[in-house]
Nanobody, 124 residues
Framework: QSLLVESGGGLVQPGGSLRLSCTGA????????IGWVRQAPGKEREGVSC????????DYADSVKGRFTISRDYAKNTVYLQMNSLKPSDTAVYFC?????????????????WGQGTQVTVSS
C-alpha cells in the first residue's frame, strides 16, 4: 500500500482546470519535500513541480510555469497541484512523490516514496 494517495484526476477540455491532491496515508508529509511527476503514454517520467518541506520554495518544469501552482496545507496533511489552462500535452498519469528535499537530477524524478498515480486527460 502506497504511503501517498493522489486524487482529483479526470477528463477535462482544453483550457480547463483541475486540482490534484496528495495526502499522506498514515504518513506525515510535514517533514518532506513533495513533488508531482507525470508520465505520458510512451514517454519518460517528467518532474512537474516540487515544494519544499517548509513550503517556502517551489519549482516548476518550464512546460507548466505560469499555469500550474503547487501548495501545501499542513493541517490537512495534503499537497495540491492546481492546473489551469490545460493542454492536450498535459495528458498523463500524475504521481505524487516525497523525499527529504526536491530532486536535483536532470529529470527531477529522484524521489524515495511514490503514490499510485491519477490519470489526467485533456481532450475535447
Amino acid at each position: 500500500q502506497s504511503l501517498l494517495v493522489e486524487s482529483g484526476g479526470g477528463l477535462v477540455q482544453p483550457g480547463g482546470s483541475l486540482r490534484l491532491s496528495c495526502t499522506g496515508a498514515a504518513f506525515t508529509l510535514d517533514y518532506y519535500a513533495i513533488g508531482w511527476v507525470r508520465q505520458a503514454p510512451g514517454k519518460e517520467r517528467e518532474g512537474v513541480s516540487c515544494i519544499s518541506s517548509s513550503g517556502d520554495s517551489t519549482d516548476y518544469a518550464d512546460s507548466v510555469k505560469g499555469r500550474f501552482t503547487i501548495s501545501r496545507d499542513y493541517a490537512k496533511n495534503t499537497v495540491y497541484l492546481q492546473m489551469n489552462s490545460l493542454k492536450p500535452s498535459d495528458t498523463a498519469v500524475y504521481f505524487c512523490a516525497a523525499d527529504w528535499g526536491c530532486p536535483t537530477d536532470d529529470a527531477r524524478i529522484d524521489y524515495d516514496h511514490w503514490g499510485q498515480g491519477t490519470q489526467v486527460t485533456v481532450s475535447s
